[in-house]
């Protein structure tokens, strides 16, 4: 079994309008705010029971299929690889929402071990009317530029293994349990990564199995569970975790369910660093080493220092593209990269 002993700092007692959205922003670390959400309907339905909290969730939808994915007994609920990872041990339909619950109710009275699991589904889009019940005060300043993303979890007893999103995230468990194992950015090569594609949900995923880690194969793993932490999260507790943090998902329950909500404070007009990172794949990756040091003394110059350093010296009229980035010249960037590409 993993063994992580840290946790993740618990704070009780705050009131959902009263979250420090500016703090955690500053602070860049996971934090739980204990009960914030627990009298949300949707929760207490939970608490009520399994049966009742899908009656709820289903009140709200209005037809649209939604995609639903299952896995064998054997798996044990982690959405993975094949052992060969030439493909994926699930599958992955479009499913109407009442035959999903009804293969969770099923699993409920005669489980044999499968897990059912719908990922990341627009709150708004599919649940109409579910958001103005149950909803976060974000009374932060930056959410009033930055519009978050919205979305629900649900299945049983699953595993989502290792992964980072490019976007901060306010999780809320509604319905059953929730456990976070979480990493920092830093720990990526502890990790070991998977292919950047096919992946398991659209990123790349820990090849690691957190049940049982086999660190002979992964040797490395043993420092990044000195460097993680677990979050264990009951029905109403909100969890916080930065951008680019690696976190395994576990939901635990007959039937769970999660909102969380993801956000990202760079102006829109910015492209994804994702993309970047395959650019330099293509362009730096494979250079002699001599020429990676010093295009990584560029970098460091022109990239990952001061933003305004580049420029500092250079009259405002003959900054061009080396001023502050603004939505034209984002636009000028993008054609003249795309006109590079296209050579």
């Not at 993993?2 to 705050?14: D, H, K, N, P, S």
């Not at 939808?61 to 995609?67: A, D, I, K, S, T």
């Not at 690889?81 to 599958?91: I, L």
Request: hydrophobic share 40%; net charge negative; aromatic share 12%.
């Amino acid at each position: 079994m993993l063994a992580i002993e840290r946790r993740t700092r618990v704070i009780e007692g705050v009131a959902p309008d009263a979250i420090p959205y500016a703090e955690l922003m500053q602070n860049q670390q996971p934090v739980i705010f204990k009960g914030v959400a627990r009298h949300w309907p949707l929760v207490q339905c939970g608490l009520e029971s399994p049966n009742a909290a899908m009656d709820y969730i289903a009140s709200f939808h209005e037809g649209r299929p939604v995609v639903g994915y299952s896995c064998a007994p054997e798996e044990g609920g982690r959405y993975f690889y094949t052992d060969q990872v030439d493909g994926f041990n699930f599958e992955r339909a479009r499913v109407q929402l009442t035959d999903f619950f009804a293969k969770i109710r099923e699993t409920m009275t005669a489980s044999d071990g499968s897990s059912y699991y719908i990922g990341s589904t627009d709150l708004d889009t599919f649940f109409p009317g579910m958001r103005g019940e149950n909803d976060l005060v974000l009374n932060d300043p930056m959410f009033d530029a930055h519009k978050p993303l919205v979305s629900i979890w649900m299945g049983n007893r699953t595993i989502a293994s290792a992964h980072y999103d490019m976007s901060n995230n306010l999780a809320c468990c509604m319905v059953g349990k929730r456990r976070f194992t979480l990493f920092p950015p830093e720990q990526v090569a502890n990790l070991y990564p998977g292919p950047l594609e096919p992946t398991p949900g659209g990123q790349v995923v820990s090849m690691v199995d957190f049940r049982d880690p086999d660190l002979e194969r992964y040797p490395r793993f043993a420092e990044a569970m000195a460097a993680g932490e677990v979050a264990e999260l009951e029905p109403g507790d909100v969890l916080f975790y930065p951008a680019l943090w690696w976190h395994n998902v576990e939901g635990i329950g007959d039937f769970t369910a999660m909102i969380n909500y993801w956000w990202n404070t760079s102006p829109a007009f910015m492209d994804t660093p994702q993309n970047t990172l395959l650019h330099a794949m293509l362009s730096l990756r494979d250079r002699p080493e001599p020429e990676k040091q010093a295009w990584k003394a560029l970098f460091d110059y022109y990239i990952f220092g001061p933003a305004d350093q580049p420029a500092a010296h250079l009259p405002e009229g003959a900054q061009g593209n080396l001023g502050p980035l603004d939505e034209l010249k984002a636009r000028r960037l993008r054609a003249l990269l795309l006109n590079k590409l296209n050579r």
